[in-house]
C-alpha cells in the first residue's frame, strides 16, 4: 500500500479511489442518533446481533487456520524460538501464556506476517485476496491510530480498507453498544486512552475476520467498560466460531476469554492442561476481592 498523507481529507480521497465501501456515512450518522435515544432498541438488536451469528458462524470443523512448523526466530543475539511449532483451529479460545519478555507478542506478529521467521514455515488454512491480514483481526494495545480523523472517518476508513460487508446499521449499533456513540464527531487525538481502546476493539469487528489477536484488550478501560467488551467478545465469537488468540497478564480477562493455553517456555510453543483451572482459581479470588471494595 502506498504511504498515506495523513490529512483526513486526502485519505478519504484514496479509500474513495482505491477500495469498494459498503458503508454510508450518513445512514450511520442516523442510526447511532436513533440508538443513542433508545436503550431498550440497543439492548434488543445486540441480542439479535449475535444470535444472527449463531446462524451465519464459520463451519465447526476444527479446521487448523494457522500453524507454524519448526519456527526459529532471535531478536538480536536473543533467540525467542528454536524450531517451535504450533497449530490454532477454528473456534480455539487460546492464552499464549508466559513471563515478560518471552516471546508472546513476538509469535503473534510472525502469525500476522509482520515479523518472518529466520527457520520454518507458517501456513495459513484459509483462503485470502493478497495477505492474510484479510481474514484476521487486530486488537492490541497501544496501536498506533490515524489521530488526525473523526472516530466517523476512522470507521469508514477501516471499513474501506477491508472491502466491509458488515451492514451500516449493525456498525452503528455497535459503536453506541462500545460506549462511543457521543464521540463519533470528535478526532481520535481527543479520546482517552479507554475510548481509543473500544475504538480499537471495534474495528476489529469490522471486516467479519476468521480470526482474531487480542493483546490487553481492556487495557485502560474502566470496569464498567472492561465487563461489557469482554461480554460481547465472549458471546461473539462462541456463536460465530472465531478463533480467538489472546495475549494477556490480566487474569479476570484471560479466565473470561481462554478455554485452552499455549505456553511458552524454553523456546518452545506447548500447550499446557495445568494452567486454566489455577487461573479460574486466582481470577474468581481476585473477582471477590474486588467486589468487596
Known amino acids: ?136 483481526g ?30 451500516t446499521k449493525e456498525i452503528a449499533l455497535l459503536t453506541v453498544y462500545f460506549l462511543l456513540g457521543e464521540k463519533i464527531k470528535s478526532k481520535v487525538s481527543n479520546l482517552s486512552g479507554g475510548q481509543k481502546q473500544r475504538l480499537n476493539a471495534l474495528l476489529a469487528f469490522t471486516h467479519l475476520p476468521e480470526i482474531v489477536f487480542v493483546d490487553e484488550v481492556t487495557n485502560e478501560i474502566d470496569k464498567k467498560g472492561r465487563k461489557l467488551i469482554l461480554d460481547f467478545i465472549k458471546d461473539y465469537f462462541t456463536n460465530k466460531n472465531i478463533t480467538l488468540i489472546s495475549i494477556s497478564h490480566d487474569l479476570y480477562e484471560t479466565e473470561k476469554l481462554g478455554e485452552k493455553v499455549y505456553e511458552i517456555k524454553d523456546r518452545k510453543i506447548i500447550e499446557s492442561k495445568e494452567i486454566i483451572p489455577k487461573l479460574k482459581k486466582m481470577s474468581k479470588s481476585l473477582h471477590d476481592y474486588e467486589n468487596v471494595f
Open 1 to 136: 500500500m502506498k504511504k498515506l498523507n495523513l490529512l483526513p481529507q486526502k485519505i478519504k480521497e484514496y479509500v474513495k479511489s482505491h477500495f469498494k465501501v459498503n458503508f454510508s456515512q450518513k445512514k450511520f450518522k442516523e442510526y447511532v442518533e436513533l440508538y443513542l435515544e433508545d436503550s431498550e432498541l440497543v439492548s434488543k438488536d445486540v441480542a439479535v446481533f449475535l444470535d444472527q451469528a449463531k446462524k451465519t458462524a464459520f463451519p465447526n470443523d476444527n479446521k487448523i487456520l494457522i500453524s507454524g512448523e519448526d519456527i526459529s526466530y532471535s531478536y538480536k543475539k536473543n533467540r525467542i524460538f528454536d524450531k517451535a511449532s504450533f497449530e490454532f483451529k477454528r473456534g480455539d479460545k487460546a492464552i499464549i501464556w508466559g513471563p515478560n519478555g518471552c516471546g508472546k507478542t513476538t509469535l503473534s506478529s510472525i502469525c500476522l506476517g509482520i515479523l518472518k521467521p529466520s527457520h520454518g514455515k507458517i501456513k495459513y488454512g484459509f483462503k485470502y485476496k493478497e495477505t492474510p491480514s484479510e481474514k484476521i
Open 138 to 167: 487486530i486488537i492490541f494495545q497501544q496501536k498506533k491510530m490515524l489521530d488526525t480523523l473523526t472516530v466517523l472517518d476512522y470507521i469508514a476508513f477501516n471499513a474501506g480498507i477491508y472491502d466491509s460487508t458488515i451492514h
